[in-house]
């Protein structure tokens, strides 16, 4: 697997080492359920808790999902997809007892807000990152085809705006997707084709080690009390 540029604070893919690890996975998933509240603004929806937890040892995390739409009002992730990926993911992560929750869907053309479609990472991922951002929830954005081979995104903790961006193509791949959160909690590459912080990402790349699972729930505790739910976030 070719070695990933570190770029301060940034980790990224590159597309031609990323395959379509969702292959990997099972098409079949869980009924929905997320029950959605009332919301007056039909593009941003909110939902109630999936993964809090009453065992102190489960992490869940709350999530903000924004999918960019095109011209033709054609969204990058759909509800449906956003609630397929993240239940796949919980899959992953379940190992280190770190689950995530959907707990607001936004659904926009981002050149309504000033936003390219399609991004430069270099130029555009803080801007985005800064729009979107709040400070209880991960941000994953679902963005157009970026400018250059780049296919995903995360900032590192210990210097903002936070946020996962994430090229359409691989959107709704829970491994590309579940790395970039992997390294929001603090994890950094390896080369094991069958672990999920691989830098290539194949319909293997889903396993994580003990010590990774204890670097991410501490990262998860010493950065991101905010965004933890249930008795996991009071530890």
């Not at 791949?173 to 970039?180: A, D, I």
């Amino acid at each position: 697997m070719r070695s990933l540029a570190l770029i301060p604070l940034f980790l990224f893919l590159i597309l031609s080492g990323c395959g379509p690890g969702a292959n990997g996975l099972s098409s079949s998933t869980q009924d929905d359920p997320q029950v959605r509240t009332p919301n007056p603004n039909p593009s941003a929806q909110t939902y109630f808790s999936s993964c809090e937890s009453n065992d102190p040892e489960v992490h869940c995390i709350g999530l903000k999902v924004v999918s960019f739409e095109n011209q033709s009002g054609n969204p990058v992730l759909k509800e449906s997809e956003t609630l397929k990926l993240i239940a796949e993911m919980n899959e992953v992560w379940k190992t280190c007892k770190v689950a995530f929750q959907l707990e607001k869907f936004q659904s926009l053309q981002p050149e309504s807000v000033g936003l390219p479609y399609s991004p430069d990472w270099k130029r555009d991922s803080d801007s985005i990152r800064a729009h979107f951002d709040e400070d209880n929830r991960f941000l994953i954005v679902a963005v157009g085809p970026w400018t250059n081979s780049t296919i995903a995104v995360a900032q590192m903790p210990g210097n903002g705006p936070y946020g996962v961006l994430v090229s359409e193509k691989y959107a709704k791949n829970p491994y590309t997707v579940g790395h970039e959160l992997g390294h929001y909690q603090g994890l950094y590459h390896l080369r094991n084709k069958k672990n999920l912080m691989n830098s290539y990402i194949g319909p293997l790349t889903s396993g994580l080690g003990s010590a990774q699972c204890a670097i991410a729930r501490r990262t998860n505790l010493r950065y991101w009390q905010k965004m933890l739910r249930g008795r996991g976030a009071l530890l």
